[in-house]
T-cell receptor
Framework: DTAVSQTPKYLVTQMGNDKSIKCEQN?????MYWYKQDSKKFLKIMFS???????INETVPNRFSPKSPDKAHLNLHINSLELGDSAVYFC?????????????FGSGTQLSVL | EDQVTQSPEALRLQEGESSSLNCSYT??????LFWYRQDPGKGPEFLFT???AGEEKEKERLKATLTKKESFLHITAPKPEDSATYLC?????????????FGKGTKLTVNP
């Protein structure tokens, strides 16, 4: 069973379009995230939600809007896509354990804006 | 601003050739240092969390250590299946922020 699943795996689109990426976790975690990994491989947090409430909102253009209908889902909607939005977007959820906080990542969505 | 620097950027080893990866950090109020493994086309996979200087954790051929300024990921007698990008991340500050700051990673290739 996939713990954190995101769709689609690949997304190719034209500049100016609006697109969405969906994420679901079946781990029962309260906290979910969106991370962006750019061409230089830096992984940077974009948003964090705890039980459907926005906790972290990094300096992200307001063309990016996360939506959490319930604590198992955190979708990412992007308006007016730009070339610079091309990257791999990862959804994650987290759990505090005896080893500390563990993030569980999805397999990523590779977004290519042409 | 919190910063994480990993070195080397890439490392090639022969199977069985032990080595170490470095993660140096500059943060105010370290809450935790994390190591992740990322395979091509996949999301990062959790390996370790370290909280205080002097702490060590082991998993199979991997051992992570932490000082006040850096962390090392020691790989003993690596195998080809250990080939991956290893990411270091720090969690800092107060107020319950969950934000992790990642380094660029070290791409490890282990040749048979």
């Amino acid at each position: 069973d996939t713990a954190v699943s995101q769709t689609p795996k690949y997304l190719v689109t034209q500049m100016g379009n609006d697109k969405s990426i969906k994420c679901e976790q079946n781990l029962g975690h309260d906290t979910m995230y969106w991370y962006k990994q750019d061409s230089k491989k830096f992984l940077k947090i974009m948003f964090s939600y705890n039980n459907k409430e926005l906790i972290i909102n990094e300096t992200v253009p307001n063309r990016f809007s996360p939506k959490s209908p319930d604590k198992a889902h955190l979708n990412l909607h992007i308006n007016s896509l730009e070339l610079g939005d091309s990257a791999v977007y990862f959804c994650a959820s987290s759990l505090w354990t005896g080893e500390g906080e563990k993030l569980f990542f999805g397999s990523g969505t590779q977004l290519s804006v042409l | 601003e919190d910063q994480v620097t990993q070195s080397p950027e890439a490392l090639r080893l022969q199977e069985g050739e032990s080595s170490s990866l470095n993660c140096s950090y500059t943060v105010s109020g370290l809450r935790g240092l994390f190591w992740y493994r990322q395979d091509p086309g996949k999301g990062p996979e959790f390996l370790f969390t370290l909280y205080s200087a002097g702490e060590e954790k082991e998993k199979e051929r991997l051992k992570a250590t932490l000082t006040k300024k850096e962390s090392f990921l020691h790989i003993t007698a690596p195998k080809p299946e250990d080939s991956a990008t290893y990411l270091c991340a720090v969690q800092a500050g107060q107020g319950g922020s969950e934000k992790l700051v990642f380094g660029k990673g070290t791409k490890l290739t282990v040749n048979p």
